[in-house]
């Protein structure tokens, strides 16, 4: 999962360093009170947003639900983005293609929107979540399009 901060730099120019501090800060401990309700594990904070794995996808997916709910009542939008697949381990961080796939997933997310990739989709089949589809997109760097959905639910 990628998390991120919608119009982050516009928002820490207007508001000053200092109360910029202070929103993200409240922004990371909601994010991180929601990680331990559906055990995710941090792998890094990105300064306006977090990489975080988790034992699986359907209770990933609840967990970005419940991001974009939390850090709403900060005044903030979160775009969210969720693939699934192998990661390569070094130390404490990841990377690979699966990595790369949720960044980019993240980066054509909407304000409090959740995206996942149809990986995602067809492992929570029968989980009750929702989706919409949200067709196929270019995402750069990949040889072929993916298949996007939005999440509709999730706690």
Known sequence: MFTDIVESTKRAAKLGDRQW???VDNHDRKIREQLTRF??????N??????????????????ASSIVESVYSLGIDV??????????VKDDDIG??????AARIAGIAGPGSTLV????RDLVAGSGLR??????????GLPEDLHIYAALNGV
């Open 79 to 88: 775009r969210i983005g969720l693939h699934t697949g192998e990661v390569e």
């Open 39 to 44: 055990r995710g594990r941090e792998i890094k």
């Open 21 to 23: 501090r202070t929103l």
């Open 131 to 140: 989706f919409e589809d949200r067709g196929r997109h270019a995402l750069k």
């Open 96 to 101: 690979g293609i699966a990595v790369n796939i």
């Open 46 to 63: 990105l300064g306006d947003g977090f990489l975080v794995t988790f034992e699986g996808p359907a209770r990933a997916v609840r967990c």
């Open 117 to 120: 990739s149809s990986t995602v």
